[in-house]
């Protein structure tokens, strides 16, 4: 089998389970999202709740990108982490009080704003610090991005965003305001998307949105296009980088922005996902009638997704050459969902051998819990071993 290269020597010294970071192919990932998004003048902004790992984070600030948070929390540690406070924009339905003033205590760049009430909200609170707060309003497109039921978010019977039937009265309710100002028009479609057609329907329905703001004598200055950007889960070592090129020439062919009007995305997966890999050590090799199973330390506490989305993790064996065998995955939690995949085929396993969760950089992490009072996963770049 063709597996990636892991330093296992240098695992032998660290508790398992726990993520792995190579930051050779995190480098590559975001000189190639900076060489494409300056091709095509789109300021790009991390969706950091792919991946809020402190040192993560900063690898990526360093690069020069923005943050997109959907938390107060993920606005503190974009800002800790050096992002600009210029370059964050915030957006989720349900924003508190708490929240929206620490994001208007640090000027950041825009709210990325959902509804009627959150509105009079930022407004109620800009005023009393006699600040006046950028929105851009969040549309809700109605585009089926033909993604997973659980992470699609453009359809009309989404929480998320405007239906477009109210953009106008949004609009007319921001000038009326005293501490807003309307700077943008902000999407986001789903996640995982393989297929960049539903980009350009996309493009399709914002270049009908804008010929109604030109109408309506609306001058809008950014068009945030969110993120959504699928990688291959099947084949890490084949096509480690998603295919920015095509998903910015989308952009380039089928939106019509107008004079001055910039271009903003927010990758989050497709950044981090294949650069992480969950390292997990086999307890146990269990025959049972029909098949076997390795049974491993880390459970869905550690990479629920498997277990939430029925989503596929390419899991290797780097411990061993000898011939392939079929195996269940599976962890230890006191739960029947906690399996990360069957019949997995895998050079013949052996307790203690160590298994490469591929992919994983992404909601991987970020999503551990301490169910059944387990510790959380560390995270650890591959130049700090």
């Known amino acids: ?14 508790e398992t389970p726990f993520y792995y970071y190579d930051v050779e192919l995190l480098n590559k990932t975001l000189d190639l999202v900076k060489k494409c998004s300056t091709e095509h003048n789109a300021i790009v902004h991390y969706a950091v709740k792919a991946n809020a790992n402190k040192k993560v984070l900063s690898l990526i600030a360093k690069s020069g990108l923005g943050a997109d948070c959907v938390s107060g929390n993920e606005v503190q540690a974009a800002i800790n982490a050096g992002f600009p406070a210029d370059k964050i924009v915030f957006a989720g339905v349900g924003k508190t009080d708490k929240e929206i003033n620490l994001a208007l205590d640090n000027d950041i760049f825009c709210f990325n704003a959902e509804s009627f009430p959150e509105l009079e909200v930022i407004n109620e609170l800009a005023k009393a610090k006699g600040k006046t707060a950028n929105v851009e309003l969040r549309v809700n497109p109605n585009i089926d991005a033909h993604t997973h039921k659980k992470i699609t978010t453009g359809l009309n019977e989404n929480k998320f965003g405007f239906n477009m039937e109210d953009l106008q009265s949004a609009c007319q309710f921001i000038d009326k ?62 096509i480690p980088i998603a295919d920015f090129e095509s998903y910015f020439r989308v952009f380039a062919k089928h939106l019509k922005l107008r004079d001055g009007q910039r271009l903003h995305c927010e990758p989050g997966r497709s950044l981090v996902a294949q650069c992480g890999s969950l390292i997990t050590k086999v307890t146990y090799v269990k025959k049972g009638v029909n098949k076997q199973f390795a049974i491993v330390d880390a459970g869905m506490t550690d990479l629920i997704r498997p277990a939430l989305y029925d989503a596929y993790h390419r899991i290797e064996n780097i411990s061993s050459d000898l011939e392939v065998e079929k195996y269940d995955v599976v962890g230890p939690i006191c739960e029947s969902s906690d399996v990360f995949d069957k019949d997995v085929e895998l050079n013949k396993t052996q307790r203690g051998d160590y298994l490469a969760i591929r992919s994983a950089g992404a909601y991987g992490e970020i999503m551990a819990s301490n169910y059944n009072l387990r510790r959380l996963p560390l995270g650890y770049l591959s130049t700090e071993l």
């Open 177 to 238: 305001a005293s501490n807003l100002k309307l700077i943008g028009l902000h999407f986001h479609i789903g996640s995982q998307i393989t297929d960049l057609n539903a980009y350009e329907s996309l493009c399709v329905r914002i270049n009908e949105l804008q010929e109604e703001f030109d109408s309506w004598g609306i001058k809008i200055e950014n068009i945030n296009v969110g993120g959504g950007l699928g990688i291959n889960y099947e084949h890490p070592n084949h």
């Open 1 to 14: 089998m063709i597996k990636g290269n892991f330093p296992i020597e240098k695992f032998k010294n660290i």
